[in-house]
């Protein structure tokens, strides 16, 4: 077996995939990051290695999200992307020819407009979390009922009632005042929905021409209510692909696919960084007026890579006894 591996790491979840030869996900991971990243894909990496057979030759890694850089230092990735190209990727790859991709994490949203399968345009929430996946999960627990279950209330619901989304604190409040004037629940749910998709059509998908074929990912993709108000709202036809929840990694893997077929030999550390030592730190550079902030890795006490300095006095600078604080 060969495969190559993507890995999806940002503030809320970390995603980790395994892809064979023929673009098959073969294993998918979704884990909490708690705030060390590090320490949540070794043990990823753990549970994958498990689960895949101990002859599997890794090809090649790609690693994407807000923690990318320092992933692809720990892992030795072959592509290291941001998200808005990983997530083209897997959706262009999924979905042949799609144009908008309309995509719901559990704290952010984004919305990525191709065209000719290039991306042309993308906006991301930036003020509010109204319609991510943490404020529908702290509704769903306000109302007692299984987040798993929200969708299917929602469908549901004949009457949507109205209610005011621009905003996550005047939702909530409007929901409990609609149900303090004894609307039926899967009325309000119903409401709720359409007044998320409005609140992102308003704000990230604010003068973006959405065209179809549209894909709907990240977790909030799951809650079939929230596909039907985006369907009632676009008039256009809304795309799940299998792999909703974890496409920045499926993306990831695809750029790594496509890395090591230009005949470079991958980075690839192997599965024993899961039980390797690992220490971030970071230091002020004084050199110069800019005062850089400078973060430095240490794999088993070794400094294994800087960044963050402008001129590269640090980055190209890896030798341990020059280390000039940060990890110690």
């Keep these: 077996m060969k495969g190559y591996l993507g890995i999806d790491v940002g503030s809320v979840s970390t995603n980790i995939v395994f892809m064979d030869e023929?673009?098959?996900v073969l294993e998918s991971l979704y884990l909490r990051t708690n705030g060390q990243p590090v320490v949540t894909v070794q043990r990823g990496f753990?549970?994958?290695?498990?689960?895949?057979?101990?002859?599997?030759?890794i090809?090649?890694?790609?690693?994407?999200?807000?923690g990318r850089q320092l992933t692809g230092v720990v892992v030795g990735a072959d592509a290291i992307k941001n998200e808005i190209t990983a997530h083209a990727v897997a959706a262009s790859h999924l979905v042949p020819g799609v144009q908008t991709i309309l995509e719901i994490g559990g704290q952010d949203s984004k919305i990525i407009i191709?065209?000719?399968?290039?991306?042309?345009?993308?906006?991301?929430?930036?003020?509010?979390?109204?319609?991510?996946?943490?404020?529908?999960?702290?509704?769903?627990?306000?109302?007692?009922?299984?987040?798993?279950?929200?969708?299917?209330?929602?469908?549901q619901g004949k009457t949507p009632v109205r209610i005011a989304g621009r905003c996550a604190v005047f939702a909530e409040s409007d929901m409990i005042h609609?149900?303090?004037?004894?609307?039926?629940?899967?009325?309000?749910?119903?409401?709720?929905?359409?007044?998320?998709?409005?609140?992102?059509?308003n704000n990230v998908g604010k003068?973006?021409?959405?065209?179809?074929?549209?894909?709907?990912?990240?977790?909030?993709?799951?809650?079939?209510?929230?596909?039907?108000?985006?369907?009632r709202a676009l008039g256009l036809e809304i795309n799940i692909p299998k792999n909703y929840n974890v496409m920045g990694a499926v993306g990831a893997a695809l750029l790594a696919r496509e890395t090591v077929s230009k005949g470079i030999p991958t980075r690839f550390k192997g599965f024993g960084v899961a039980d390797m030592e690992y220490k971030a730190g970071s230091f002020e550079c004084d050199g110069c007026p800019n005062l850089c902030e400078v973060i430095e890795m240490a794999e088993a006490g070794q400094i294994i890579a800087r960044w963050g300095d402008r001129c590269g006095k640090w980055a190209n600078a890896l030798s341990a006894p020059e280390v000039a604080g940060g990890i110690s």
């Design 22 to 24: 023929e673009t098959n």
């Design 46 to 57: 753990r549970q994958i290695r498990d689960k895949i057979d101990k002859n599997t030759v």
């Design 59 to 66: 090809r090649g890694v790609g690693t994407t999200g807000s």
């Design 114 to 155: 191709l065209r000719n399968g290039v991306v042309a345009d993308f906006a991301m929430n930036t003020v509010c979390a109204a319609g991510t996946g943490s404020f529908l999960d702290q509704q769903a627990s306000r109302l007692n009922i299984a987040i798993e279950e929200f969708g299917d209330l929602a469908l």
């Design 178 to 201: 609609k149900q303090q004037m004894g609307f039926n629940l899967d009325d309000i749910l119903a409401g709720l929905c359409e007044a998320l998709v409005r609140n992102y059509l």
């Design 207 to 231: 003068g973006k021409e959405i065209l179809g074929p549209v894909v709907f990912q990240g977790g909030v993709a799951a809650n079939a209510g929230m596909r039907r108000a985006f369907e």
